[in-house]
């Protein structure tokens, strides 16, 4: 049975180990994504430039930079300023999620969430990234 198409590629920035390789696991099976992955914000931030991921999602809690910090660091690029973000976190709140939407994210989502709703989040966000920010083999001649 052939594979079917790889729907883009996703950076998960994620400090716990058994976590990222859930979610890899959700994306590429489930998602049929290409997943890169780092282990703390600064890497991260380094594959963002490297790669250019469709969208990137990271974990807000983490040891030296936390989520917001790497938003920030993402916006302030300008190899990274239009990737999608997602905040994973499992210390949900309003005022993170405010706080979230305000620092550029494309959306909020809660770590252990149902891999329908996860899988759904970063499909709009890539769908809208590749509307606004197409690439050179998309764009209408």
């Given at each position: ?6 729907a ?13 390789n859930?979610?890899r ?11 890169l ?33 790497v ?8 190899q990274t ?5 997602i ?6 709140s ?6 979230s939407?305000?620092f ?9 969430a149902?891999s329908?709703?996860?899988?759904k989040?970063?499909?709009v ?14 764009r209408?001649?």
């Amino acid at each position: 049975m052939p594979q079917p198409a790889l729907a883009g590629t996703v950076l998960l920035i994620e400090d716990e180990a058994d976590f990222r390789n859930v979610m890899r696991w959700r994306l590429e099976k489930e998602g049929h994504y290409k997943v890169l992955d780092a282990a703390d914000g600064q890497s991260g931030i380094a594959m963002a430039i490297q790669h250019h991921p469709d969208v990137i999602l990271t974990d807000y809690t983490m040891p030296r930079m936390n989520g917001h910090e790497v938003l920030q660091a993402l916006r302030a690029n300008q190899q990274t300023e239009h990737i999608p973000v997602i905040l994973l976190t499992s210390l949900g709140s309003e005022q993170k999620v405010a706080d979230s939407l305000a620092f550029g994210a494309a959306c909020h989502v809660e770590k252990w969430a149902d891999s329908k709703i996860l899988l759904k989040e970063v499909q709009v966000a890539i769908v809208k990234h590749r509307q606004f920010h197409p690439s050179p083999s998309n764009r209408p001649s």
